[in-house]
C-alpha cells in the first residue's frame, strides 16, 4: 500500500517566520499527494494537491508544496506564519488498494508563537 | 458550493442504544467516504461507496452499518457500541471513485461519545 511519513509531530514557529512541515512518501508508482489541515473540532480542509502537472503547487492561505522525486518528498512550506495557521496537518496519498480513499500521515500539529 | 454536511454534530449514547449518523452532498458527488478519527490520530478510512454501492468495507465491526439511499446522502447506522468507539467520524465525497487525483471534501464531523 502507499504510505506517507511525516516527520515530526510538533512543530513551534514565532509569527513571521518561515514554517517547513515535511512528507515522505513509500510508492512503487507515481503517487498523488495531498496536503489537509484540521481546526480543532472541524473536519479536514484541503490545502494544495499533486497531480504530477508541476512539481511545485501553490495552495490557499499562501502555502506551497514541492515534489521531489529523487528524495520521495513533499514538504509544505509557507514563507511568513500568521497565528491563524495555529492547526493539525496531514499529508495524505490516495491509495489504489482502497478506491483511491486517502492513507494519512500521522499528523503535525503546528503551533505559532507571538 | 463544496459543501458537506453532517448531523449530528455530538452525540451522546449507552452501548445498548441505536443511533444514526448522517451525512449529505450537492455537489454531484458519486463516491462518498465514512472515516473514523481517534483523538490525536490521523483519519481512518471505514466505507467507500460508488455510485450508492459499498464497494469498499475495511473489516469494519458489524456494529456500524453504512447506507447509501440516494447519490447525496450516506447514513452510518450504529448498533450496541463499545466506549472504544468513541471518536470523530467524519464523511467525505469526491466526484468519481477510481480516480486518484479527485479532491476529497470533508464534512465537520460527528463527535460520537458512548457510555
Known amino acids: 500500500a502507499q504510505s506517507v511519513t511525516q516527520l515530526g509531530s510538533h512543530v513551534s514557529v514565532s509569527e513571521g517566520a518561515l514554517v517547513l512541515l515535511r512528507c515522505n512518501y513509500s510508492?512503487?508508482?507515481?503517487?498523488?499527494l495531498f496536503w489537509y489541515v484540521q481546526y480543532p473540532n472541524q473536519g479536514l480542509q484541503l490545502l494544495l494537491k499533486?497531480?504530477?502537472?508541476?512539481?511545485l503547487v501553490k495552495g490557499i492561505n499562501g502555502f506551497e508544496a514541492e515534489f521531489k522525486k529523487s528524495e520521495t518528498s513533499f514538504h509544505l512550506t509557507k514563507p511568513s506564519a500568521h497565528m491563524s495557521d495555529a492547526a493539525e496537518y496531514f499529508c495524505?496519498?490516495?491509495?489504489?488498494?482502497?478506491?483511491?480513499?486517502?492513507?494519512f500521515g500521522k499528523g503535525t500539529s503546528l503551533l505559532v508563537t507571538p | 458550493d463544496t459543501e458537506v454536511t453532517q448531523t449530528p454534530k455530538h452525540l451522546v449514547m449507552g452501548m445498548t442504544n441505536k443511533k444514526s449518523l448522517k451525512c449529505e452532498q450537492h455537489?454531484?458527488?458519486?463516491?462518498m467516504y465514512w472515516y473514523k478519527q481517534k483523538a490525536k490520530k490521523p483519519p481512518e478510512l471505514m466505507f467507500v461507496?460508488?455510485?450508492?454501492?459499498?464497494?469498499i468495507n475495511e473489516s469494519v465491526p458489524s456494529r456500524f452499518s453504512p447506507e447509501c439511499p440516494n447519490s447525496s446522502l450516506l447514513n452510518l447506522h450504529l448498533h450496541a457500541l463499545q466506549p472504544e468507539d468513541s471518536a470523530l467520524y467524519l464523511c467525505?465525497?469526491?466526484?468519481?471513485?477510481?480516480?486518484?487525483?479527485?479532491?476529497?471534501?470533508f464534512g465537520p464531523g460527528t463527535r460520537l461519545t458512548v457510555l
Open positions: 467525505a465525497s469526491s466526484l468519481r471513485t477510481g480516480s486518484s487525483t479527485d479532491t476529497q471534501y
Open positions: 461507496y460508488s455510485y450508492e454501492k459499498l464497494s
Open positions: 495524505a496519498v490516495s491509495d489504489p488498494n482502497s478506491g483511491y480513499a486517502l492513507n
Open positions: 499533486y497531480t504530477s502537472a508541476a512539481t
Open positions: 455537489m454531484g458527488h458519486r463516491a
Open positions: 510508492s512503487s508508482v507515481p503517487p498523488y
